[in-house]
């Protein structure tokens, strides 16, 4: 995981300080539900937290998060290789709505 984090871009490397990387075996069932995964659908990355472009002046900042599951990473990507990419790829895609950038922008973007 160290060297998918040291490849990650500018301006996305900065904002990894103000996110906790954390990594759980799988989605759990309710964090499937709220993003809307079909059964059997894959999720490799989860952003929780409050994006940077709604923070407020008198707002406590809450921890923001990113988990990475590691069943689904391993399972769909046996090469190191591969799943050092994808890792980083999903980082920056997490990292990406940490910093107020949504879904469909990052799809404009070729990020998505």
């Given at each position: 995981m160290d060297r998918a984090l040291a490849g990650i871009p500018a301006p996305f490397r900065g904002a990894l300080g103000e996110v906790a990387i954390v990594i759980e075996d799988e989605p759990s069932d309710e964090q499937l539900?709220?993003?809307?995964?079909?059964?059997?659908?894959?999720?490799?990355?989860?952003?929780?937290?409050?994006?940077?472009?709604?923070?407020?002046?008198?707002w406590a900042?809450?921890?923001?998060?990113?988990?990475?599951?590691?069943?689904?990473?391993?399972?769909?990507?046996?090469?190191?290789?591969?799943?050092?990419?994808e890792v980083r790829r999903t980082v920056v895609h997490e990292l990406a709505h940490h910093l107020g950038i949504d879904d469909h922008r990052l799809d404009e973007l070729g990020a998505g």
């Open positions: 539900d709220e993003n809307d995964i079909e059964p059997g659908g894959t999720l490799y990355g989860l952003y929780e937290g409050v994006p940077r472009t709604e923070w407020g002046a008198d900042i809450v921890p923001n998060r990113i988990s990475l599951f590691r069943f689904p990473l391993e399972d769909d990507f046996p090469d190191p290789v591969e799943l050092e990419a």
